[in-house]
Structures are given as structure tokens and as C-alpha cells.
Nanobody, 116 residues
Framework: QAQLVESGGGLVQAGGSLRLSCAAS????????MGWYRQAPGKQRELVAR???????YYADSVKGRFTISRDNTRNTLYLQMNSLKPEDSAVYYC??????????WGQGTQVTVSS
């Protein structure tokens, strides 16, 4: 059974930066696409960014140019560097590893709060 554990969230002022990490246990990390999602109160969970096993990336329009997703396959760790943070980036951030239609791993989430 694989496990994903996020860290790095916190409170930051608008314009500041945070770096989220997602440590993956088990043997799921190296060959699977990984993603960061977020969910703000009263809103649906949304895709923020994802990265394939080969390093190809996708970003939501709302974070393009400000966030950078990366992965270290030797450390089984996924990262999200968030710069120029805005209050509307406040949410619980989750990492995800969809292995198959029946096997979909999520972390427990880490809170990001951006004050204006």
C-alpha cells in the first residue's frame, strides 16, 4: 500500500513563496504521472499542475508562470514551488498519484494561506 505525505504549507503574505513537498512511499513513484491539486472552502478540488514520469508538465492557467512542479525520482518526492502567491491561492493542497482507474492515491493535504 503506497502512501503520499505532503509538507511545506503555511501562512505567507501576498507576493511571497512556499515550496510544497510530497513524499511517496512504496514503489509507485518513478513511473507514474504525479499531480498537485487544491481545494478552497466551498469550491471543487482543482488540478494545479502535473508532471509525467518523463518530466513533461502541465499547469492550470491560474498558476502558469508562478508555480513550478518538479520531481526527484531518486528521493520519491514531488515538489511544487509557488512564487508570487495571491490570496486566491489559499487552499488545501493535495498530491495525487493515479496509478490505474481502480488505484488512485491521495495525500492528506497541506494548508496554504496567503494573506493580503
Amino acid at each position: 500500500q503506497a502512501q503520499l505525505v505532503e509538507s511545506g504549507g503555511g501562512l505567507v503574505q501576498a507576493g511571497g513563496s512556499l515550496r510544497l513537498s510530497c513524499a511517496a512511499s512504496g514503489s509507485i513513484f518513478s513511473w507514474n504521472t504525479m499531480g498537485w491539486y487544491r481545494q478552497a472552502p466551498g469550491k471543487q478540488r482543482e488540478l494545479v499542475a502535473r508532471i509525467t514520469s518523463g518530466g513533461s508538465t502541465y499547469y492550470a492557467d491560474s498558476v502558469k508562470g508562478r508555480f513550478t512542479i518538479s520531481r526527484d525520482n531518486t528521493r520519491n518526492t514531488l515538489y511544487l514551488q509557488m512564487n508570487s502567491l495571491k490570496p486566491e491561492d489559499s487552499a488545501v493542497y493535495y498530491c495525487r498519484c493515479p496509478v490505474s482507474p481502480l488505484t488512485d492515491y491521495w495525500g492528506q493535504g497541506t494548508q496554504v494561506t496567503v494573506s493580503s
